[in-house]
Antibody, heavy 119, light 107 residues
Framework: QVQLQESGPGLVTPSQTLSLTCSVS??????????WSWIRQPPGKGLEWIGY???????YYTPSLKSRVTMSVDTSKKQFSLNLRSVTAADTAVYYC???????????WGQGILVTVSS | EIVMTQSPATLSVSPGERATLSCRAS??????LAWYQQKPGQAPRLLIY???TRATGVPARFSGSGSGTEFTLTISSLQSEDFAVYSC?????????FGGGTKVEIK
């Protein structure tokens, strides 16, 4: 398993961009076997997968968010990032970074970060 | 996208009893299903993958079964630390989706 840690602002103004970073504890960020994801959970609701990025730069975003999401990876810093544009209150959630190795289930998770969208 | 439906939403069980949780996929996903446990204020923890394979360190009282569209997570004898929310997730195709979760509470 990999140690993951989210960071970023806990409060974002409506219509602005939500930006989060996930720090990876090991050199696994350079491994071709690992895929790096963002998942969110609105208060009291279920989990929603946002998408993934690979160290090659390959991405996939879930269709409902695709027009607003960009993910990036910086292997030199052992980090990957999420940008979500034009946020509304509906984007208020705990955001988790997570990873899988080879198969598409999540065996490593960050602790999560609550992001509130409010003016 | 594949919709995952979990039932019941809440399950009230006494310690030591058996709990049976259901997860249904809107189309066949073969055995491409994972289960997670989530306690308040914590990240989800992987329990089961491949519909029936326990993840490392998961006690044997947790078992998963099913294939196609119908899946079950069984906790054979509930311990105090098992009261939590359980979510299923398919990985059959993109996008990956989760069920809404089943809360297992103390009866």
């Amino acid at each position: 398993q990999v140690q993951l840690q989210e960071s970023g602002p806990g409060l974002v103004t409506p219509s602005q961009t939500l930006s989060l970073t996930c720090s990876v504890s090991s050199d696994s960020i350079n491994s071709d076997d690992y895929y790096w994801s963002w998942i969110r959970q609105p208060p009291g609701k279920g989990l929603e997968w946002i998408g993934y990025i690979h160290n090659s730069g390959t991405t996939y975003y879930t269709p409902s968010l695709k027009s607003r999401v960009t993910m990036s990876v910086d292997t030199s810093k052992k980090q990957f990032s999420l940008n979500l544009r034009s946020v509304t209150a509906a984007d208020t959630a705990v955001y988790y970074c997570a990873s899988w190795e080879a198969e598409n289930w999540f065996d490593s998770w960050g602790q999560g970060i609550l992001v509130t969208v409010s003016s | 996208e594949i919709v995952m439906t979990q039932s019941p939403a809440t399950l009230s069980v006494s310690p030591g009893e058996r709990a049976t949780l259901s997860c249904r996929a809107s189309q066949s996903i073969s055995s491409n299903l994972a289960w997670y446990q989530q306690k308040p204020g914590q990240a989800p923890r992987l329990l089961i993958y491949g519909a029936s394979t326990r993840a490392t360190g998961v006690p044997a009282r947790f078992s998963g079964s099913g294939s196609g569209t119908e899946f079950t997570l069984t906790i054979s004898s509930l311990q105090s630390e098992d009261f939590a929310v359980y979510s299923c997730q398919h990985y059959h195709e993109w996008p990956l989706t989760f069920g809404g979760g089943t809360k297992v509470e103390i009866k």
